[in-house]
């Protein structure tokens, strides 16, 4: 029977990619995780499996960016747009004026 992909050990190939996705080098990822380099480039050169946790941290990373592209960034390009055709209006919205904390506004 086959594992569930999720359950399968991430490959080298793998690591490359979502680290490329995250816009991290090897360095980074052993500096966020606390391991050391030289056991990330065992693990992205194949001479070492891949710890399960870590192609979790990473899918679970990838994850959170593929939604932040998704929903957030779209928003942002709105937001630069409209500052772009009113050149008058300041470039970002305050979220947290008195409109948006539903405070009356003073007349």
């Given amino acids: ?7 399968e050990p991430m490959t ?19 500096e966020r ?3 050391t380099r030289a ?16 192609g979790a941290y990473l899918g679970a990373l ?7 592209d998704k929903y957030l960034t779209p928003i942002r390009s709105r937001q630069r747009d409209k500052a772009d055709s009113e050149p008058d209006q300041i470039e970002h919205e305050d979220l947290f004026s008195d409109d948006a904390k539903g405070e009356p506004e003073s007349e």
């Fill in 39 to 54: 056991t990330i480039n065992k693990w992205a050169t194949g001479r070492a499996p891949v710890a399960p946790w870590a």
């Fill in 12 to 30: 080298p190939e793998q690591l490359h990619a979502h680290l490329e996705v995250l816009g991290w080098r090897q360095a980074d990822f052993a």
């Fill in 1 to 7: 029977m086959k594992r569930p992909a999720h359950l």
């Fill in 62 to 68: 990838c994850d959170m960016a593929a939604l932040r």
């Fill in 33 to 35: 995780t606390g391991m």
